[in-house]
């Protein structure tokens, strides 16, 4: 009879691997919180040295020069904090709900329940928005106006340009791509070509061929390119005309919003019942009567809602409408055709990673090519698609500061401005570096959500 084997001795923490493992990232953590304390010793002492002030008390201090381009503030105040709380609160509602729900049966929501969280997450907001909406301010920097109201609207600026440029590059990237991928010759040799000739030119050059090359060669204001007053197109920039609220406007806007949401719960349902039965419910006709019969009862019960404002020539410049400064319109073509070029490269790459096998089981259901790429290619291709273009988008958000070199107004040439005005290097530095880490890892954060829901699972 073999001897029992003696139990083995319980190995100390401090010993064990674990142990050593939180032992070496505990004393790297210390060495680093002790070189930034250390750097941010140092730089007092030299900012003292040299008679140089520091804090961020110069914020306060009146800006007194001029932006180009401004961007209305909503201040953080009255109906603003309100409508805040109230989408918080109706997102938390909605969240308990599904979380209940999921935990009771482990089936998705039906129809009715998603109708109540959509009520609390987007019906709340509104009604608390239209309740308070006379409390809403909102603020516009002026030569008078403090520091960091400057740095708020270039913020706003970089802000307008990222998420034009984000969802301007993923639509032209999606028609590149499929354009790649055509069996036109003619078509896919000028979508290769325009890949490859966006993909090896760098950013701030193309920003330079917008603006000197293009838009500075358009003619002067009394020689504008005016398309029926719809389109003027000079030196100055791009007139369109702009959408003037009314009193039925608030009504209007909130039937667009319940209308896409009825959409949406048809969608879910449709989904529901292809899945569960293998019956499709077609939802074409009803979405589209829904989308054009809640707006226009709206407009019947609230009056017009919009009227239209066109620019008119009225001195040395257009008044009235809405104008994109050249500097504007030229930061946002040359990221949009520059990311969108990588985004082309990222679809296809996606696209041609699902299986052929996919595409043809999708011909033998007499599927045509519309409903196999919408149905059957795309869904399975986003789960290649989602995690590069995350890089793209965090890259326009980057890129837009070379915006500089082109004279926009946005947050690192804003606060170049203040840099050489108070001497606040250090301060303003570390402004940057926040607020881009912040915008970066809020990107970061909602497509990693969005990869999350498109990701495969693993069996």
Known sequence: MSERLAP???????????????????CMLGGFLWLAVSVYHNTLVNLETRGISSGFGFLANEAGFRIGEVTGIPLPQGGLLWFLLSLVAGLAISQLISRHLKSKSGRPMNSKWLSVC?????????????VFRDSVEIAHYTESSSYLMALLTGLGNTLKVTVIGCVA???LGLLVALGRLSPNWLLSNI?????????????????FFWYFIVLQQLPNVRKSIDIGGWLIINKRGLY?????????????????????????VLRRRAKRILDETGVPVKILFPAFGVLIALPALAWFAGGQPFTLDFPVLKGFNFKGGTGLTPEFTALVLGLTVY???FNAEIIRSGIEAVSKGQREAARALAMNERQVMRIVIL???????????????????????????????????VGGTILNQSGQAVEIVGIWMGVYLCISLLISFGMNIYNSKVALVER
Request: proline letters at 9%; hydrophobic letters at 55%.
């Open 8 to 26: 083995q001795e319980k190995v100390p923490f401090w010993r064990s691997p674990q142990g050593r493992a939180w032992t070496f990232q505990l």
């Open 118 to 130: 959509l009520l609390f997450s987007i019906g709340l907001p509104m009604l608390t928005l239209y």
């Open 169 to 171: 590059s993923t639509v």
């Open 191 to 207: 979508c290769r070509w325009f890949v490859e000739l966006n993909r090896n030119l760098p950013v701030l050059l193309q920003l």
């Open 240 to 264: 369109l005309p702009s959408l003037v609220p009314q009193q039925g406007a608030w009504i209007f806007c909130a039937a667009i919003v319940i209308a896409l949401a009825t959409i949406w």
């Open 339 to 341: 990311v969108s070029a």
């Open 379 to 413: 869904p399975q291709a986003m789960r290649v698609i989602v995690p590069p273009m995350t890089s793209e988008y965090l890259a326009i958000a980057k890129n837009s500061s070379l915006a500089v070199a082109i004279g926009y107004p946005e947050f690192v040439s």
